[in-house]
């Protein structure tokens, strides 16, 4: 197989590195003759590949229907001969229709999916899904196909195909007292954390609702993390203040070094509710973390409850905190889920696993 991963994305999130993480594994395990990434030249993914010297070619981006990006794009898919267009986001997805219908592409396309979203609100969105050059719309979860099916005529097009992580990534499993450290927290403290943009489906409220009801009402030695940045911190970190819970909770901001301080969450607390899986639960699960999630969108695809975590009701602080409150109180549990999280991860999730899933399901393309 040769193949083109195209992405427009300029941001780096959970969808970008999963570009990187297949590329790694299509390369390791041997499943492709050949493969390239194609996005913007100034965008967080040009960046990281080309640190991690991969074949990608940037290209200037002018927006999702900019025609002299879907021109190139159909250039470099006959220099390369590809045998797949592999999209990963939306302004991509419309670039890459152009790319066949102006200008004549006749590579096969298939379209990754992450977000639980309607996507049949206008004529063109509809249409471009239901295009006849898309062969595959390859969901990361089930609720996310179930809200495809308004818009999409074929729905044997749709195909379940799970989140991913490299645990290699992540190695560290025991606390060092990094963040006790940092941040001047008492040894005998708990450390509450979360790591999510600050964006409306994470449900920052209900995080911080969650966290008044387990200092004001359960007296809970803690302090209680927030990684991430994102459009509503501002309001969030207002909130935060309103409640008078400032000494509480901690804004860490963005941070590069997940992998190290993760390890040193007692709990990860997780509100999100609409959530298509939530790679960073992998991430938890990586690093032998107790996870206390919202039973929302895709999460209990990845948290088997009473098995590998513990599911809240979406939105509501006071189930979060007595999930919470059980776990805390319940060392045997609390390994349990740290052993079971690890092993359903390897089975289910991991780069080799997921990549060998999604090279089937390009393969049934060409064939």
């Known amino acids: 197989m040769r193949l083109i991963q195209v992405t427009a994305s300029q941001v780096w999130r959970g969808h970008e590195q999963k570009i990187i993480y297949l590329y790694e594994a299509f390369r390791d395990l041997g499943y492709v003759e050949d493969q390239w990434i194609v996005c913007p030249k100034e965008s967080e993914v040009y960046e990281m590949a080309s640190q991690k010297n991969m074949q990608v070619i940037g290209l200037d981006f002018n927006g999702e229907y900019d025609l002299k990006f879907a021109k190139s794009l159909k250039n470099i898919s006959e220099e390369k001969n590809a045998d797949v267009v592999f999209i990963h986001n939306s302004q991509s997805h419309t670039l890459a229709v152009l790319a066949s219908l102006f200008y004549g592409m006749k590579a096969p396309m298939a379209l990754c999916r992450t977000l639980i979203k309607r996507v049949d609100t206008n004529f063109f969105r509809k249409w471009k899904y239901n295009y006849k050059g898309i062969k595959k719309i390859i969901c990361v979860s089930h609720p996310v196909v179930e809200v495809l099916k308004y818009a999409v005529k074929d729905h044997s ?152 975590g513990l599911l809240a009701e979406v939105g509501n602080p006071q189930s979060f905190a007595e999930k919470t409150m059980q776990l805390l109180n319940d060392t045997a549990l609390q390994e349990k889920f740290k052993e079971n999280g690890y092993q359903y991860l390897l089975d289910n999730f991991t780069k080799d696993v997921i990549a060998k899933k999604m090279y089937d399901e390009l393969a049934e393309i060409i064939n």
């Open 157 to 308: 097009r749709l195909s379940v195909v799970g989140s991913v992580t490299d645990v290699a990534k992540f190695p560290k499993q025991e606390k060092t007292g990094l963040l006790h450290q940092e941040f001047n927290i008492p040894e005998d403290y708990k450390i509450i954390g979360n790591i999510a943009e600050f964006t409306g489906f994470k449900d920052h409220y209900t995080w911080v609702d969650t966290v008044e009801i387990l200092v004001k009402e359960k007296k809970l030695k803690a302090k209680f993390i927030l990684v991430g940045k994102g459009k509503l911190e501002a309001e969030i970190r207002q909130y935060v203040a309103d409640k008078g819970l400032t000494d509480d909770i901690i804004f860490a901001g963005f941070r590069k070094d997940v992998p190290q301080i993760l390890p040193e969450f007692d709990l990860f607390l997780f509100t999100s509710n609409n959530e298509p899986t939530g790679g960073v639960l992998l991430e938890s699960y990586a690093c032998k973390v107790p996870i206390v999630a919202a039973n929302a969108g895709g999460i209990p695809e990845v948290i088997v409850e009473n098995e590998t």
